[in-house]
Nanobody, 126 residues
């Protein structure tokens, strides 16, 4: 059974940093293509960053230059390093995974992602 578990959320002041992690299990033999999303209260879900099969990252304009997505294939973990955090980054952050061998690696379309974590809350105060 595929499971995604996020960790690393918390409360920080504006300008601070956090590193989110997403532990994956249940995939064999390869780690799937994955992405980070976020959703703030009263707002639509937003794609934050994604990785292609060759680890090429894509970012939303709102986080470009501040966030970095990466993964450790050996540990089967996905990461999101968040620097220069702003109050508008406050949201629940989710990792998501595509089906194995998907042709849509790197996509920003959430409906393509089959597996989702429960989310981790990030709160940035001004």
């Amino acid at each position: 059974q595929v499971q995604l578990v996020e960790s690393g959320g918390g409360s920080v002041q504006a300008g601070g940093s956090l590193r989110l992690s997403c532990a994956t299990s249940g995939y064999t033999p390869n780690m799937p293509c994955m992405a980070w999303f976020r959703q703030a209260p009263g707002k639509e879900r937003e794609t934050v960053a994604s990785l292609t099969r060759r680890d090429t990252p894509y970012y939303s304009e709102s986080v470009e230059g501040r966030f970095t997505i990466s993964r450790n294939v050996a540990k089967r973990e996905l990461y999101l390093q968040m620097n220069s955090l702003k109050p508008e980054d406050t949201a629940n952050y989710y990792c998501a995974a595509l089906p194995p061998n998907s042709d849509y690696c790197g996509t920003f379309r959430p409906e393509r992602y089959m597996y989702w974590g429960q989310g981790t809350q990030v709160t940035v105060s001004s």
